[in-house]
């Protein structure tokens, strides 16, 4: 099925600096953008960044995103324990017609 | 604040129809996209499709021949109908509010697990 990818894992220090990848192409996030969403263990995912690196109300500013291209970025600064989560990209698909997502990134701080 | 909440049975034979259904509280249904989106044990989300409240929808292409979605706003309810279930149709089904113009999902339900065995 077509996707966005991501790396499956990233592994950081307590405090360090983690930035997530996700890339798709000019249909999607190059054209579009990419939303951001944060899935703990057990639960729905939570939206981190609508497209053009709009955060929600309530989400830490450790959490910033970008775009070059067809690659987006999410980067969060000073980990803490409670970032470790799984992280997934997401975005509209103009020549689908179709929401796609990333494969997800396990974001493991140590 | 918007709140979603998925039900139907958590248990469906092979070969029969998934049944989902979506209750919106806190705010109204209308003028929004609603989508369905499930995920598998330890697998990817996959978006499955979504409804206006027009009623107008757009579905996965892998998934469309066995998918319909309708919607109630007398209820606030939308529903899912998946066709012709296998057991690779087992996952936590989630069901999210998808804004206009956006790209991605703002509110999202707790989700359900439906399993596909006889």
């Known amino acids: 099925q077509a996707g966005l990818t991501q790396p499956p894992s990233v592994s950081k220090d307590l405090r360090q600096t983690a930035t997530l990848t996700c890339t798709g192409n000019s249909n999607n996030v190059g054209n579009q953008g990419a939303a951001w969403l944060q899935q703990h263990q057990g639960h729905p995912p939570k939206l981190l960044f609508h497209r053009n690196n709009n955060r929600p109300s309530g989400i830490s500013e450790r959490f910033s995103a970008s775009r070059s291209g067809n690659t987006a970025s999410l980067t969060i600064t000073g980990l803490q324990p409670e970032d470790e989560a799984d992280y997934y990209c997401s975005t509209w698909d103009t020549s689908l017609s179709a929401h796609l997502f990333g494969g997800g990134t396990s974001l493991t701080v140590l | 604040q918007v709140q979603l909440q998925e039900s139907g049975p958590g248990l469906v034979k092979p070969s029969e129809t998934l049944s989902l259904t979506c209750t919106v509280s806190g705010g109204s249904i209308s003028n929004n996209y609603w989508s369905w989106i499930r995920q598998p044990a330890g697998k990817r989300l996959e978006w499955i499709g979504r409804i206006y409240t027009s009623g107008s929808t757009d579905y996965n292409p892998s998934l469309k021949n066995r998918v319909t979605m309708s919607v109630d706003t007398s209820k606030n309810q939308f529903s899912l109908k998946l066709m012709y279930v296998t057991a690779a149709d087992t996952a936590v089904y989630y069901c999210?509010?998808?804004?206009?113009?956006?790209?991605?999902?703002?509110?999202w339900g707790q989700g359900t697990l439906v399993t596909v065995s006889s």
């Open positions: 999210a509010r998808d804004p206009p113009g956006d790209i991605t999902f703002d509110h």
